[in-house]
């Protein structure tokens, strides 16, 4: 009886080999894939520029931007039942309010950039590599979707969404900072809550704000909300060149308002003798 031979095809050791080549490749690749990403994130963008907040002009936009988001703002939603309200605010405005404010950030050197159409957010954190002592540099950029109401009794869909996350120049997945944003809802409602109380003078005033600010976050239409007893709507939000504007209109569901009656004057009656 005949002992069966093991297998000695010369296949076997070929295929192995072929396989170590092809791990060592794509683990190589991966290798350069890899480094050029570190390098890309280490990277400061050329367009960032932080803004600097030592000189007068700086101060003077700072005391602009707040006029413009205390008075202002306030006359603005004030007067939406009268009609529409336009209220702006500049890039070098937001950006001298940032930058005296910077102190209590978790970041440094934050710069905003308005586009037409896009919002970018800029800073630098400790949390990115990179060889500057404040870290490297992290963008977000945020899209403006406006739909016009389609019949008087409807309301424009206006939605803030985040169009692209950037460490240095490689970009990254826009879900990492979507979560960190619905986790982080909560405290950035209530600053921004806090600062409009501030400005405002009362915090009654702004009503429902929370669920429209928590809205914003998620990237849900701005809904209508209630200023001082005025039911108002976001009618638009325009990003050009440098400027932010949003147009305040009355909420088709608001009350008519009745303008008041002129006041006669009348002649005295002559008395009779």
Do not use: C
Not at 97 to 126: E, N, Y
């Amino acid at each position: 009886m005949s002992i069966p031979s093991p297998n000695l095809s010369p296949k076997s050791p070929r295929r192995r080999r072929r396989f170590r080549r092809w791990f060592l490749m794509a683990l190589a690749l991966l290798v350069v894939l890899a480094v050029i990403a570190w390098l890309l994130i280490r990277m400061t963008p050329s367009w960032y520029v932080p803004f600097d907040s030592t000189s007068q002009h700086a101060i003077d936009l700072m005391d602009r931007a707040q006029l413009r988001l205390g008075s202002k703002l306030h006359n603005a939603m004030e007067s939406v039942p009268v009609g529409e309200q336009s209220w702006s605010i500049s890039q070098d405005e937001v950006n001298a309010l940032i930058a005296a404010r910077r102190g209590s950030l978790p970041v440094t050197g934050p710069l905003v950039i308005f586009t037409p159409g896009k919002i970018t957010l800029a800073a630098r954190s400790k949390y990115i590599p990179s060889g500057n002592p404040d870290g490297g540099v992290g963008s977000v950029v945020i899209r403006i979707l406006h739909t016009p109401a389609q019949s008087p009794s409807e309301l424009p869909a206006n939605a803030i969404k985040i169009h692209s996350v950037w460490l240095g120049y490689l970009p990254v997945p826009k879900a990492i900072v979507e979560s960190r944003l619905a986790s982080m809802a909560p405290e950035i409602v209530a600053a921004v809550q806090q600062q409009m109380s501030l400005q405002a003078g009362a915090s009654p005033r702004i009503q429902k704000i929370e669920p429209t600010l928590t809205g914003v976050l998620y990237g849900e239409p701005l809904p209508e909300f209630t200023y001082n007893q005025r039911q108002i709507i976001i009618k638009e939000i325009r990003v050009d060149e440098g400027l932010f504007t949003i147009i305040f209109a009355p909420s088709p569901h608001a009350p008519a308002v009745v303008p008041p009656r002129p006041h006669l004057k009348t002649s005295p009656v002559p008395s009779k003798k």
